[in-house]
């Protein structure tokens, strides 16, 4: 019999997962394009998405320390079960520290946050332009070490999925 997560945390995940595409996508082009009413449209968008997903992860983490992970089928080699357990920790990490470097910097920046065109989302913080630049910096590089372990852990989903062929991918599917 399969083990698997629940479906709840499953289809957070898969939200978490598309939102964190999109994200890192609009992020890179909207900051490439020059200016323009689109890249405009695409920095909104950008803000009110990690919004969301900044919410998504926090109700992620809630739902996983209240029911945990499910137990594996097989016995996983104990330095590979410690390495994912570091790498899923650390992607739940930068998942909280970068939209909150990202909504800090552009409140010392550019506030107010329009969520969605719907209203604004103030921030009162005080700080100054080097501050400013240095969460920016710390946000680029967070995502770029997000981006990075993710690949890794989408190769690890498919190394198990077609090598060792021992259950795990078939947890969050
Ligand atoms: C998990 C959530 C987020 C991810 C993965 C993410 C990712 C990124 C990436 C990849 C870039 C491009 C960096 C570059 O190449 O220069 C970027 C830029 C930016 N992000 Fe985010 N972001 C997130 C959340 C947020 C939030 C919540 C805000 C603000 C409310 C925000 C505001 C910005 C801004 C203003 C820039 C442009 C910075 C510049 O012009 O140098 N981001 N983000
Ligand atoms: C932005 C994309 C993604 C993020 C941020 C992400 C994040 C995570 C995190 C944090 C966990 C740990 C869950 C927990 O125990 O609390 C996890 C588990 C898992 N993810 Fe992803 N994931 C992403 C994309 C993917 C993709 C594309 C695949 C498949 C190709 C995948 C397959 C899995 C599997 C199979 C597990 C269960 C691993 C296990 O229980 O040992 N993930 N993911």
């Keep these: 019999m399969r083990i698997h997560y629940s479906r709840l945390q499953k289809s957070l995940h898969w939200l978490h997962a598309v939102l964190l595409v999109c994200l890192i996508l609009l992020g890179v082009s909207m900051t490439r394009m ?3 009413a689109l890249t405009n449209q695409f920095y909104e968008a950008h803000k009110s998405l990690g919004i969301v997903a900044f919410v998504v992860v926090l ?4 739902v996983r320390i209240v029911s945990g992970a499910p137990p594996y ?3 996983l080699d104990p330095r590979m079960l410690v390495m994912a357990k570091a790498a899923h920790w650390l992607i739940y990490g930068l998942c909280l520290l970068i939209p909150l470097a990202g909504y ?3 409140s010392l920046c550019c506030k107010p946050v329009m969520f969605f065109g719907l209203g604004p989302l103030p921030l009162e913080l005080d700080g100054t ?4 630049k240095r969460l920016f910096a710390l946000h680029e590089t967070a995502a770029i070490g997000l981006a990075l372990l993710v690949c890794g852990h989408i190769g690890m989903a498919l190394y198990h999925r077609f090598i060792m062929r021992d259950g795990v991918f078939e947890r969050m599917t």
């Design 104 to 106: 800090a910097a552009t």
């Design 59 to 62: 109700v992620r983490l809630g």
């Design 129 to 132: 332009q080097a501050l400013m």
């Design 34 to 36: 020059g200016e323009g």
């Design 73 to 75: 089928e097989r016995a």
